[in-house]
């Protein structure tokens, strides 16, 4: 995201910090750091006290880049950017992006796994968009006439008629209901209508979705402080469930469920408390080639199962403005969501109003 792309209307002294997905600095005019925010504080392994008063050559490098970078920085101009940089701590690779504002410069960087993580969610945003533009237009196209084929069926089937007919029209009934399951099953990918959020108990949910399966130990690693969350609790819940199922299917001995506040995770364009929720199994390390696909519909690694069950889930987690995460090495699997937990705005009205007394 250079600092280019922001909208020439949109000042960067106005973009307020913690809303930023990514690393960003605050430099005075003689290029000392005077704030950071909290990925960039996350991903520096330093605090913003710790930051204050360094200059750019202290965190990134080569130094000769970084120079010619300051440079070419006007008060008129745009903005400069290096994608040739890294990290002096670790060597990463890095993207450096600076511009110019009232009080100093302003420089954003983009660690390539950063990068590469941001790339990966708006592309499983824009297959999610996708399916669900084909779910609605099945809805329209094959539901209907659907219908009118079994209506057509049944009747068939209640009529007097010859053996080899009745178990003919018996077989039609079967594969339309098979057809119509699976439509079902698609169409819950789908865009929903807008919804009233309510308020939810996400310990509630989990405890509801969690049945005790046979050989397997099940652990609840929960935060009691936890505020209840805005959600749509039903279809929040089909995506629990759809973790759940998930997680007893490929573990061998133990699953596990946490939930905690997340102060360092972000969701772009939320400023504001996130809930974490994972829920880890012991089962066999999903192969690379399938990690980054998961969340397609039908891409499974199962030998069972519709392969729709995670596509649900990135769904939900976009209808709620939240993400989902897979990780798995070394015999463990965690499947994390991020959600928001976006207080009402009646809510939000009666903090304003007891702010201003």
Not at 219 to 224: L, R
């Amino acid at each position: 995201m250079p600092i280019q792309s922001l909208p020439e209307s949109v000042q960067l002294e106005q973009v307020p910090l913690a809303i930023l997905p990514l690393p960003m600095l605050l430099l005075s005019e003689d290029g000392r750091i005077t704030r950071a925010n909290l990925l960039a504080q996350e991903t520096l392994c330093k605090s913003e006290r710790q930051l204050n008063g360094l200059q750019l050559p202290d965190l990134f490098a080569p130094v000769g880049e970084i120079e010619r970078l300051m440079a070419l920085l006007t008060p008129y101009g745009g903005g400069a950017s290096d994608h040739q940089l890294c990290m002096r701590a670790n060597g990463m690779p890095i993207s450096l992006h600076l511009g110019m504002h009232h009080a100093g410069i302003a420089a954003i960087f983009v660690p390539e796994a950063q990068r590469a993580e941001v790339e990966r969610h708006a592309k499983r945003h824009e297959m999610a968009e996708a399916v669900a533009r084909i779910a609605l237009e099945m809805a329209h196209e094959v539901k209907n006439p659907l219908a009118a084929l079994r209506g057509a069926s049944q009747w068939l089937s209640e009529q007097p008629l010859p053996g080899d007919a009745r178990e003919a029209v018996g077989q039609i009934l079967t594969g339309v209901d098979r057809i119509k399951e699976r439509i079902d099953a698609f169409l819950q990918v789908g865009p929903r209508a807008a919804v009233q959020m309510e308020r939810t108990n996400i310990h509630k949910l989990i405890h509801e979705v969690s049945q005790q399966p046979d050989g397997i130990y099940v652990s609840h690693v929960f935060d009691p402080s936890l505020p209840e969350i805005m959600a749509h609790t039903n279809r929040l819940q089909q995506a629990l469930e759809n973790l759940w199922q998930n997680a007893v299917e490929a573990a061998e001995r133990k699953i596990e469920w946490q939930t905690r506040m997340a102060p360092l995770a972000h969701l772009a364009g939320y400023d504001g408390q996130i809930v974490e929720i994972s829920i880890t199994n012991d089962g066999a390390t999903i192969p690379a080639q399938l990690r980054d696909r998961l969340f397609e519909p039908y891409v499974t690694g199962k030998t069972r199962g519709s392969g729709l069950g995670l596509a649900l889930v990135e769904r939900v987690m976009l209808e709620h403005g939240g993400k989902v995460n897979v990780k798995s090495e070394q015999g463990r699997t965690t499947l994390t969501l991020h959600l928001p937990v976006q207080r009402a705005a009646t809510e939000n009205k009666e903090k304003h109003e007891e702010r201003r007394q």
